[in-house]
């Protein structure tokens, strides 16, 4: 039996993200390309918001991205 876990593969310690709106998360900067880097200083595991409020557990970091507490 193969189970599928969905939420594991969007939540995963990013370098680089996807610019999602005009700013970039707060850590990160934004590299021209539309994405954002944090220069591999640090990874944190970012999930984009879509929107809504971060679901438990989760903070907002701006640019539309929530970071896993």
Known sequence: MVVCDLQASTA???RVVKKLTSECPM???D???GKC???GLMT???RPAMGDECPPGW???GGDYCRRD
């Open 59 to 61: 903070s907002s970091i």
């Open 37 to 39: 880097s944090a220069l």
């Open 44 to 46: 944190y595991t970012l």
């Open 31 to 33: 590299t021209a390309n």
């Open 27 to 29: 850590g990160y900067i």
């Open 12 to 14: 995963r310690a990013q």
